[in-house]
């Protein structure tokens, strides 16, 4: 009789006779008797085939009771089980109750008594209630407070009540609408702040931002050193470099309201803004929308490719070991390389939006403010609580000045003159000095004592050399000794172009404690080598060849 039922069960377990069409196939439990490993021994989990009494073993699960009544369609009870592994009285069991395992298990009761019974619906709840943006951390502490016995193992346990409370009684919360975006529609722009990864120029930290333009559609990212704030010249200058490297432009562009650029604006200057700003769009025939004002997820399709574009930057520079770089342009060269890598994963998804955008216009629009100042006799002019020199023959003249976010373009009437680096006040309202000493120093050199103490003294240095050499020679020798030899030496640096190399000089003196510049020595030093010097021969023409250039004329008049 065992070996009857043993070779039953194999039948049944193989798949061969009862196994229903479309059935699925066996569970794992059945190998081991198709290898034959127990023989008329009782199967694992209490299935028996000859003796009648069960193993003990461990309890059935869903996919066993599944399984037992996809069988059950088509054999027996008895059969039934041993395909499924378990045994006939389970099977007469699932008979009387077809229910899962998983069904039939109680709901877990509480094993301790709640710490929070007395203090949550009395207490917690109506603090909810009365401030539902408060966070669960802060509600803790003031429970703890209130109760000092509240252990502080207990904050998990109200964290969890209170997400809980929220979602069954807590108010509506806001819904992210998803998007699809049609191809050339629309194109965003917004700043991000990258003080916080330690950038250095000539080794001076770079306090700036990023414009970030992007593509709503095809995800194209263009992206430009800001040196100064939020403000319409930033995007303007962004804005038109990104459309310019994209090769054409969107039907409509999206800002977050220029707030930062509006801030401390009175209601005209708003009023001129808004309308450069509504110019800038209708030169490139783009619609001018904006997010409203602190609902940044609005903004969403380049919000979040913000925090992706900084990380990509600070993994570069963890790459390239080392967050200095010699010059801004050497800067913004690195951050171009990563915009660029960047689109060329998403190179073919660009060319076929690039293909539907509208086209370019023939030229840039302006990009930049222009205001007029008056050189004053102190050698310059003050802007925006900057004073930025010129040299001394445009005292009294009044110039035109192009105003960008890192430079300025300065202009006599319609002549152009020369480019300044931009200047920006102090957070605090301190007022800044842009200065180029070579402005000054003839004039320096007739008035030395006037360095002492001159305003803008510290900036005048063109490098730190020159300003620790300067306060060493305050300390040494006298005041009008010391004025004296400084001008000497920015004279000498500025005559005999060599700021670099003197600077050089007076590094090696400065490491010296006794070091002392010879004025003598310098200028012998830095003379022009008359070996260098060019030979020029002039060879003058014979008066006989101007005698022969007459005589045809001569013949002519006769």
Same mark, same amino acid.
């Given at each position: 009789?065992?070996?009857?039922?043993? %070779?039953?069960?194999?039948?049944?377990?193989?798949?061969?006779? !009862?196994?229903?069409?479309?059935?699925?196939?066996?569970?794992?439990?059945?190998?081991?008797?198709? $290898?034959?490993?127990?023989?008329?021994?009782?199967?694992?989990?209490?299935?028996?085939?000859?003796?009648?009494?069960?193993?003990?073993?461990?309890?059935?699960?869903?996919?066993?009771?599944?399984?037992?009544?996809?069988?059950?369609?088509?054999?027996?009870?008895?059969?039934?089980?041993?395909?499924?592994?378990?045994?006939?009285?389970? !099977?007469?069991?699932? $008979?009387?109750?077809?229910?899962?395992?998983?069904?039939?298990?109680?709901?877990?009761?509480?094993?301790?008594? +709640?710490?929070?019974? +007395?203090?949550?619906?009395?207490?917690?709840?109506?603090?909810?209630?009365?401030?539902?943006?408060?966070?669960?951390?802060?509600?803790?502490?003031?429970?703890?407070?209130?109760?000092?016995?509240?252990?502080?193992?207990?904050?998990?346990?109200?964290?969890?009540?209170? %997400?809980?409370?929220?979602?069954?009684?807590?108010?509506?919360?806001?819904?992210?609408?998803?998007?699809?975006?049609?191809?050339?529609?629309?194109?965003?722009?917004?700043?991000?702040?990258?003080?916080?990864?330690?950038?250095?120029?000539?080794?001076?930290?770079?306090?700036?931002?990023?414009?970030?333009?992007?593509?709503?559609?095809?995800?194209?990212?263009?992206?430009?050193?800001?040196?100064?704030?939020?403000?319409?010249?930033?995007?303007?200058?962004?804005?038109?470099?990104?459309?310019?490297?994209?090769?054409?432009?969107?039907?409509?562009?999206?800002?977050?309201?220029?707030?930062?650029?509006?801030?401390?604006? +009175?209601?005209?200057?708003?009023?001129?803004?808004?309308?450069?700003?509504?110019?800038?769009?209708?030169?490139?025939?783009?619609?001018?929308?904006?997010?409203?004002?602190?609902?940044?997820?609005?903004?969403?399709?380049?919000?979040?490719?913000? !925090?992706?574009?900084?990380?990509?930057?600070?993994?570069?520079?963890?790459?390239?070991?080392?967050?200095?770089?010699?010059?801004?342009?050497?800067?913004?060269?690195?951050?171009?390389?990563?915009?660029?890598?960047?689109?060329?994963?998403?190179?073919?998804?660009?060319?076929?939006?690039?293909?539907?955008?509208?086209?370019?216009?023939?030229?840039?629009?302006? +990009?930049?403010?222009?205001?007029?100042?008056?050189?004053?006799?102190?050698?310059?002019?003050?802007?925006?609580?900057?004073?930025?020199?010129?040299?001394?023959?445009?005292?009294?003249?009044?110039?035109?000045?192009?105003?960008?976010?890192?430079?300025?373009?300065?202009?006599?009437?319609?002549?152009?003159?020369?480019?300044?680096? %931009?200047?920006?006040?102090?957070?605090?309202?301190?007022?800044?000095?842009?200065?180029?000493?070579?402005?000054?120093?003839?004039?320096?050199?007739?008035?030395?004592?006037?360095?002492?103490?001159?305003?803008?003294?510290?900036?005048?240095?063109? %490098?730190?050399?020159?300003?620790?050499?300067?306060?060493?020679?305050?300390?040494?020798?006298?005041?009008?000794?010391?004025?004296?030899?400084?001008?000497?030496?920015?004279?000498?640096?500025? $005559?005999?172009?060599? $700021?670099?190399?003197?600077?050089?000089?007076?590094?090696?003196?400065?490491?010296?404690?006794?070091?002392?510049?010879?004025?003598?020595?310098?200028?012998?030093?830095?003379?022009?080598?008359? !070996?260098?010097?060019?030979?020029?021969?002039?060879?003058?023409?014979?008066?006989?060849?101007?005698?022969?250039?007459?005589?045809?004329?001569?013949?002519?008049?006769?």
């Amino acid at each position: 009789m065992p070996t009857i039922r043993m %070779r039953m069960a194999a039948v049944c377990l193989s798949g061969r006779g !009862a196994k229903p069409r479309g059935a699925t196939d066996t569970p794992p439990q059945a190998s081991f008797l198709l $290898e034959g490993r127990f023989g008329d021994r009782d199967l694992p989990g209490g299935a028996f085939f000859g003796r009648g009494d069960a193993v003990p073993g461990s309890h059935i699960n869903d996919h066993q009771v599944r399984y037992y009544m996809k069988m059950r369609q088509t054999v027996s009870p008895r059969s039934a089980a041993a395909c499924a592994a378990f045994s006939t009285a389970t !099977a007469y069991r699932l $008979e009387a109750d077809m229910r899962l395992p998983s069904q039939r298990k109680a709901p877990r009761g509480r094993r301790r008594p +709640d710490p929070l019974a +007395d203090i949550f619906d009395s207490e917690v709840v109506p603090l909810l209630e009365s401030a539902p943006g408060i966070r669960a951390v802060a509600v803790f502490e003031e429970m703890q407070r209130r109760h000092p016995e509240l252990p502080d193992g207990v904050r998990r346990t109200m964290e969890r009540r209170i %997400r809980s409370w929220r979602a069954l009684q807590g108010p509506d919360r806001d819904v992210m609408f998803r998007q699809v975006h049609e191809p050339g529609r629309m194109g965003l722009s917004d700043f991000t702040d990258m003080a916080d990864l330690g950038v250095r120029i000539a080794g001076v930290g770079l306090d700036h931002r990023l414009y970030h333009f992007r593509l709503a559609c095809s995800g194209f990212e263009h992206a430009h050193v800001i040196l100064g704030g939020e403000s319409y010249v930033a995007l303007a200058e962004g804005l038109q470099n990104a459309l310019w490297a994209l090769g054409g432009a969107p039907r409509e562009h999206r800002s977050d309201s220029l707030s930062a650029a509006f801030r401390n604006l +009175d209601a005209s200057a708003r009023e001129d803004l808004t309308r450069r700003y509504d110019a800038l769009c209708r030169h490139y025939r783009m619609e001018p929308t904006r997010n409203n004002r602190g609902v940044a997820h609005e903004n969403g399709a380049i919000e979040s490719a913000h !925090a992706h574009l900084k990380a990509a930057v600070r993994d570069a520079l963890l790459m390239r070991g080392s967050a200095d770089f010699d010059e801004l342009a050497e800067y913004r060269r690195f951050i171009d390389e990563i915009v660029a890598r960047k689109n060329a994963r998403s190179a073919k998804r660009i060319d076929a939006e690039r293909a539907v955008l509208q086209s370019l216009p023939g030229l840039r629009t302006s +990009d930049y403010e222009e205001v007029l100042v008056m050189v004053t006799s102190s050698g310059g002019f003050t802007l925006r609580k900057v004073f930025y020199t010129v040299p001394s023959r445009l005292i009294g003249h009044r110039l035109r000045v192009r105003l960008y976010d890192d430079r300025l373009e300065l202009f006599l009437g319609g002549t152009p003159l020369f480019t300044l680096p %931009r200047g920006r006040a102090d957070r605090k309202g301190k007022h800044d000095h842009v200065v180029d000493y070579r402005h000054v120093i003839h004039a320096l050199r007739r008035k030395p004592m006037a360095l002492l103490n001159l305003v803008y003294r510290d900036q005048l240095f063109p %490098r730190e050399a020159y300003r620790r050499m300067f306060d060493r020679l305050i300390d040494r020798l006298a005041d009008r000794m010391a004025c004296r030899t400084m001008v000497e030496l920015l004279s000498l640096a500025h $005559e005999r172009a060599c $700021e670099a190399e003197l600077a050089g000089v007076l590094e090696s003196l400065l490491a010296t404690p006794q070091g002392m510049p010879d004025m003598a020595a310098l200028r012998a030093r830095f003379a022009p080598d008359p !070996a260098a010097l060019p030979e020029v021969i002039v060879e003058l023409a014979p008066l006989s060849a101007y005698e022969a250039l007459l005589a045809p004329r001569a013949e002519e008049m006769a």
